[in-house]
């Protein structure tokens, strides 16, 4: 089997029974973690084993992306002077349009491989454009390809109708399709790569639609995401009868919540819905301010996605320092207005933020006694960081240099699921050069083909 040592390294578990560890020791078997402590002694074992030199290293768990739209890796920048209401307009009804089977794959491929490179190691992978079950299977051989674990939501997408067709408000989530991939490539609830449901909802969706999907979810025991927000809802009173009608609970994933009200909200969290927010892209769009500081006074974290590459960088450290700085911005804001001075103290600690990427993730898909924290008997989804780089020393404060100062040039080696998947820096992965290649002739094809559409039009 398999072995790994990581030596000497400082070791922040995100597990509160074994806490931080200026210097540690970590062991890998196989795909699993098996002893975290300040010094592992190898004995017999020793010769098998590969051991990692920790010295000015930090080690972390993976982090976790909990909504992404990676088919959208090929437009990266193109729609970053977008309000939400051109994206409506230019991407679904679109851009979108226009993509083939091999753009979906390319893209979720590429993009998943850069979310390795920056220390993700679980992506949620919101897929609402595959209009055909070739697009469907094109965007999970992409995400296997990748090596990434990832929870792979299915969606639905949402062009303009054609003379004759429903709205895509009024088309049910398509069974057929979703026990089509719970009987082949997502079979296994344990796998690498899983299935979840990306729904409508009530704020995209008639009564009769948001119905059904949330009752296919859970006969099919699936989590069910959606977004929430963004113009009127289609549905104005869709959540009080989805909670009359027992639906509302455990599984069940809001995006973004901007204008969720509070008393909504109270009866979200007391009946135990997730939330993940997008920070960056929810203020960049129009969505309003991230709902963190709203959830964290109700006793209970958000999760933090990067949503659009086509308007953002990929980089997960980024958007937890966008939430956590946006939240004690307007905390500073409020104690000015009610005391007429800052609080004696920051509203949230760093550490905070760090758990909204790791292990508020895992929980999140119910992956938490798997994943989200270095804790031995689970699986080896873990990051190494250079903190003997320029811009990391000195490192007084291990978290704090990790949330507040670590970007992608400081992230060393990445490990899912006990292999190596980028090591001293490098992605391990075969002709990425070719990859993205293929990439940008995909996202040329793509605005050449929509800009020869607006043309004929």
């Known amino acids: 089997m398999r072995r790994t040592l990581i030596r000497s390294a400082t070791i922040i578990s995100m597990d509160d029974a074994i806490g931080d560890l200026s210097t540690g020791d970590l062991l890998v078997e196989g795909s699993r973690i098996v002893d975290v402590r300040p010094s592992i002694e190898l004995g017999s074992g020793a010769a098998e084993t590969e051991t990692v030199d920790g010295k000015d290293r930090i080690v972390i768990p993976g982090l976790i992306n909990a909504h992404m739209h990676t088919w959208q890796t090929g437009l990266r920048g193109y729609a970053a002077n977008w309000t939400l209401l ?66 792979f939501f299915h969606g639905s997408p949402k062009p303009e109708p ?45 009564l009769d639609v948001a119905m059904h ?46 204008d969720l009200p509070d008393e909504l909200l109270d009866r979200m969290v007391d009946l135990g819905v997730s939330f993940s927010v997008t920070p960056e892209n929810e203020m960049i769009q129009g969505h309003g301010f991230p709902i963190t500081g709203r959830l964290l006074k109700r006793g209970v974290r958000p999760t933090i996605g990067i949503d ?74 873990l990051v190494i960081i250079n903190a003997s780089d320029l811009n990391l020393v000195p490192v007084h404060d291990p978290v704090a240099t990790v949330v507040m100062q670590t970007g992608l040039a400081n992230i060393e080696s990445v490990m899912i699921g006990g292999a190596w998947k980028k090591r001293n820096g490098r992605l391990l992965v075969e002709g990425l050069e070719a990859k993205k290649e293929l990439l940008a002739q995909s996202g040329r094809r793509l605005v050449q083909d929509i800009e020869r559409q607006g043309r004929a039009a």
């Open 86 to 151: 051109e994206y409506f307009r230019r991407m679904h009804a679109g851009l979108a349009t226009v993509f083939r089977p091999d753009d979906i794959y390319i893209a979720t491929l590429v993009g998943a491989l850069n979310q390795i490179n920056c220390g993700t190691t679980t992506l949620v992978d919101w897929c609402h454009n595959n209009p055909t079950p070739d697009h469907t299977d094109a965007a999970v051989r992409g995400l296997i390809e990748s090596g990434i674990r990832a929870a």
């Open 162 to 206: 054609k003379p004759g067709e429903p709205h895509f408000s009024e088309i049910p989530h398509p069974r057929r399709e979703v026990e089509r991939l719970l009987a082949g490539p997502l079979a296994d609830r344990d796998g690498l790569v899983t299935l979840g449901l990306a729904i409508l909802g009530p704020h995209y969706s008639t």
């Open 213 to 258: 999907d949330f009752r296919l979810a859970r006969e099919l025991k699936l989590i069910a995401s959606m977004h929430q927000g963004g113009g009127p809802a289609k549905t104005p009173d869709g959540w009080e009868k989805l909670i009359a009608a027992g639906l509302v609970g455990a599984g069940i994933n809001i995006v973004h919540g901007n």
């Open 308 to 381: 659009l590459e086509s308007v953002l960088a990929g980089d997960l450290f980024s958007a937890a320092r966008v939430a956590l700085s946006m939240q004690r911005a307007l905390d500073n804001a409020e104690s000015r207005r009610d005391s007429g001075t800052i609080p004696a103290t920051t509203t949230i600690p760093v550490r905070e933020a760090l758990r909204w990427i790791t292990t508020e993730g895992a929980r999140m898909l119910g992956r938490e006694s798997q994943v989200g924290s270095l804790t031995p008997g689970k699986l080896a989804d």
